[in-house]
Nanobody, 120 residues
């Protein structure tokens, strides 16, 4: 089992920045891929960014089109922490952001989510 705890959400004005953090514990290891999804009210959960296993995929980072150039995902493989730096935030980015961890061939593990609200 893997446990994931997110933090760092909050209220920010349009154009502002937030940094989300996710701490993993339990059976987590560097072979897990980790990243973020988000879910806005009335919408389906959508993928935001991933950072892959350092041993299987060289720590490759990938981003959804809406995140490219504005969001940066990073990971501390020793401390099992993944972070999402979000810049130039827009009201469309308002959502609950969920951290995930997934080992190849296994199910997703999810955090409880952290609310991000972009509003003036």
């Amino acid at each position: 089992q893997v446990q994931l705890v997110e933090s760092g959400g909050g209220l920010v004005q349009p154009g502002g920045s937030l940094r989300l953090s996710c701490v993993a514990s339990g059976s987590i290891s560097v072979i897990y891929n980790m990243g973020w999804y988000r879910q806005a009210p009335g919408k389906q959960r959508e993928w935001v960014a991933s950072i892959l296993s350092s041993t299987l995929s060289s720590g490759t980072t990938t981003y959804a089109d809406f995140a490219q150039g504005r969001f940066t995902i990073s990971r501390d493989y020793d401390k099992h922490i993944v972070e999402l730096q979000m810049n130039s935030l827009d009201p469309e980015d308002t959502a609950v952001y969920y951290c995930f961890a997934k080992r190849p061939g296994s199910n997703y593990y999810w955090g409880q989510g952290t609310q991000v609200t972009v509003s003036s």
